[in-house]
């Protein structure tokens, strides 16, 4: 028996009332006792209780209304609900099934038919809040690995959340550990691992900040896509995205002196039209579903931060014209870019000038040279 279990009664009958409280101390039961029906209502909505004991004709309300609001509302329809009637009031039983009632008790009230049917409900009650745990909990432990734009669209339409590929206006960054072999070869694996995630926790941190969604994850780098319908907007968040990630590395660096070797990383950032959407990839041993962006804009964001030295951002031409009037930006020569027939030109995204904001790109201290090249995200660069 769940004697913790919390009951509540409404029931403007007091002799009822009296009845159902007395049987329920009895068992060992807590009960609370409304009654009025809008009062029962407006109890279960500050502390939810495990069962409803509710009378058809509650003062001031019908019980069998009080139920199907309950019914209609999230946070209340799981609560089992037990409505009492008269032995002539078939009608009343009828529209309780229809109301959404766990089950019913039929006056005068018997201790042994009352225990059978409370014990029942909470035991109802307490399988459906088992299960419905365990799928939080999976739910809440998929969604880090699932982008934001893919969960928004399943809640939006479970049935058909509209994944396929369509063109759109985006931008694309990506963000690459510097010197990641050379990395994984100086030190133990179980180092790199915890360096590596402590890094990577705030890098999401910082892209989640600015609206953007994590398309892709290697041991090394990651594939951001920020949209908006301003198409500014967007690559002004990626812009500042990357300034942030700059930032909470130089920062990292400085607070773990310890971690042996301080961490660089490099960035390409692209703005323009892509097809952006699921994309399902084949393997020998089954398939793998993910949500990118494919195109010309993608490509040419990983070629910049392919050519990125550690501790920059690169930015392309069409990104560039978006944020030139509120960010500092310095055009280099980054020459010719691998796959890339014409030659494109380049911009060092440095800082958001004053009177936007203060994010600036810090300086990387302890590497210098160029970076090797990093592991790269084949599958996405199209």
Excluded at 170 to 175: D, E, K, R
Aim: charged share 25%.
């Amino acid at each position: 028996m769940d004697t913790d279990a919390k009951i509540l009664i409404a029931a403007d009958d007091e002799q009822t009332a009296n009845i159902l409280r007395a049987l329920l101390r009895s068992q060992g039961y807590n009960s609370i006792l409304v009654s009025r029906g809008e009062e029962a209502f407006c109890l279960v909505h500050v502390e939810p209780p495990d069962l409803i004991i509710l009378d058809v004709a509650p003062a001031g309300k019908d019980g069998i209304a009080i139920c199907r609001r309950l019914k209609a509302e999230e946070k209340t329809w799981l609560i089992p609900v037990i409505i009492v009637t008269a032995l002539d009031q078939e009608e009343a039983r009828v529209r309780g099934i229809e109301a959404g009632a766990a089950d019913f008790l039929i006056k005068p009230i018997h201790r042994q038919e009352l225990q059978a049917r409370v014990r029942t409900a909470l035991e109802v009650k307490k399988a459906i809040d088992r299960k419905f745990g365990v799928l939080l909990s999976i739910r809440n432990h998929l969604a880090k690995f699932v982008p934001v734009a893919v969960r928004r669209a399943v809640e939006e339409n479970p049935e058909a959340p509209g994944l396929e590929k369509r063109e759109e206006d985006l931008s694309v960054l990506f963000v690459d550990v510097s010197g990641y072999t050379n990395l994984s070869q100086r030190i133990a694996q179980e180092q790199i691992t915890t360096l590596i995630e402590r890094y990577f926790s705030h890098f999401l941190d910082c892209i989640r900040e600015e609206g953007g969604d994590i398309a892709e994850m290697a041991g090394d780098g990651v594939m951001a896509l920020f949209r908006s319908s301003d198409p500014q907007e967007h690559a002004r968040k990626a812009a500042r995205a990357a300034l942030k990630i700059l930032e909470v590395t130089h920062r990292l660096n400085r607070e773990h002196p310890d971690a042996g070797t301080p961490i660089a990383v490099h960035m390409g950032l692209n703005s323009g039209r892509g097809g952006v959407g699921s994309t399902r990839l084949e393997g020998a041993l089954g398939s793998r579903w993910t949500f990118t962006a494919s195109g010309p804009v993608t490509n040419l964001a990983a070629r910049l931060a392919d050519a990125a030295t550690p501790g920059t951002i690169l930015v392309g031409p069409e990104t560039a014209r978006r944020i030139g009037g509120e960010f500092t930006l310095e055009q280099i020569d980054i020459g010719e870019l691998k796959n890339l027939a014409e030659k494109v030109e380049g911009y060092r995204l440095t800082a958001e000038k004053a009177g936007y904001g203060s994010h600036a790109a810090a300086p990387f201290l302890g590497q210098t040279g160029s970076s090797p090249a990093p592991l790269r995200f084949a599958d996405v660069r199209v």
